[in-house]
């Protein structure tokens, strides 16, 4: 481990990690954070990651250790590509799996080229409103919790870019997608809206992130067993 204890002093790490779904980010951090203390002696040490994913999303996490938590932005910014699977039909507040169903719609009158057409509206520059389910903050306090005590949000549309989204199948109402998008945007949020404008509700049901920018993907990251 003595170079290991070098490498962060010197210039820090940049680790490539695979979230497990019911892992929270902070959770992968807190971990990575406790073995770098427990193998290198260190008392402190800086550990951050690069863009929240959710605790139900499984995929790419970058962790940032030591100097290279100053450099979190530089992977932020970095075009992230998911896939997921959307279930059209049903609704639920929070926009996934988290919460119940709500609300239920027909969907006989649905077939993948209305999809495919529907899904035009989602390419380039956008304004996306997140879900109230998110870790963004209102007056000190993280969206989620006021959203779970039964408050009512209300948050203000982010700009966004999606340079693509592509049907991978459909089947028994579940719509399987990949899409290619510039930070801060929510998968989550997609579902609904796609479940609006085809008027028949829909709620994520699985994602993960696949890659951020041209360099990290899954297939060179690792386990948090690993």
Known sequence: MDNIREKISEEGLVIPIYKPINWTSFDVVKYV???FKRHTQFKKIKVGHA???DPLATGLLIICVGKKTKEIYKYQDQKKT???TFKLGATTPSYDLETKINETFPTSHINIDLIKETIKNFIGDLEQIPPSFSALKIGGKRSYDLARSGKKISLEPRKIHISKFEILDFKNDEVDCKIECSKGTYIRSFANDLG???KVGAHLTSFDRLACGKWF???NSISVEK
């Open 217 to 219: 993907r899954t297939d």
């Open 196 to 198: 609006n404008l085809l």
């Open 82 to 84: 998911y896939v997921a």
């Open 51 to 53: 863009g929240t994913l």
């Open 33 to 35: 954070r406790g073995v």
